[in-house]
């Protein structure tokens, strides 16, 4: 699609890398489109079963390309409508992806590009791993989902000092607050570690994945009842799989199942 986004196929994962590594992968209208679109294609990609979000070079992503901004700022376009045009769509992309997402954050994370790995399922890191609420730095406020996830990971509390204060998480803290899900101990095995997690899942009842995904997105925000009826529909689903069939005959048959995504 484009030399921004770099789109890699091992047997069922997908590997998306931000690859601007001269500009720490910040995001340009470019690099957000082809993001945004991939998204949107690998939604209903059956041969696609988890997704690795990377980014090439020593950052993962630094969020919005603030050259690129700057111009925009100087010709008279303020509304920032990048938000509603890209950010939103991709934010909505990550979280409600039917197949599991995993972010190989190597580096720093800042701003948008936080954002985007904190909505994926599982983040990996190395020592040299930051995050940064950076937002408030540049005089502005929360975007791409992270008033929606940083508070669900780390608490409402933290979520406004990091936020506020907008000061570098560093990688042993942001592993005990949830920001990362695994710290590896070399950086130069975030991506490896990634890919062998993201296999894994692959690996796994892919349509279960998806609804325990949309079950827990439903229960966050809602009552008892609402997560009652989310759970009842998503065994309606998921007990007509041919995975779950296959499950109870090999655990009635004492063999690992094998899992076909469907």
Known sequence: MTDSLLVDRNNAVVTLTLNRPEAMNALDVDLKEALRDTLASLESDKSCRAIVLAGSGGAFCVGQDLREHAAQLESGHTDLDTVRRHYNPIAQRLAGMPKPVVAAVR????????????????????????????????????????????????????????????????????????????????????????????????????????????????????????????????????????????????????????????
């Open 107 to 262: 580096g720093m994370a800042a701003g948008a590009g936080a954002s985007f790995a904190l909505l994926a399922d599982f983040r990996v890191g190395g020592p040299k791993t930051r995050f940064l609420m950076a937002f408030a730095n540049v005089g502005l406020a929360g975007d791409s989902g992270v008033s929606w996830s940083l508070p669900r990971i780390v608490g409402h509390a933290r979520a406004v000092e990091l936020l506020l204060l907008a000061e570098p998480v560093k990688a042993p803290e942001a592993l005990a607050m949830g920001m990362l899900s695994r710290l590896v101990d070399d950086d130069e095995q975030v991506l490896p570690a990634a890919h062998e997690l993201a296999a894994r899942l692959a690996a796994g009842p892919t349509v279960a994945y998806g609804a325990i995904k949309r079950e827990l997105s439903i229960g966050d925000a809602g009552t008892l009842s609402d997560a009652l009826a989310a759970e009842a529909q998503a065994q309606a689903i998921t007990g007509a799989t041919s995975d779950h069939k296959a499950a109870v005959d090999a655990f009635v048959a004492k063999r690992k199942p094998v899992f076909e995504g469907r």
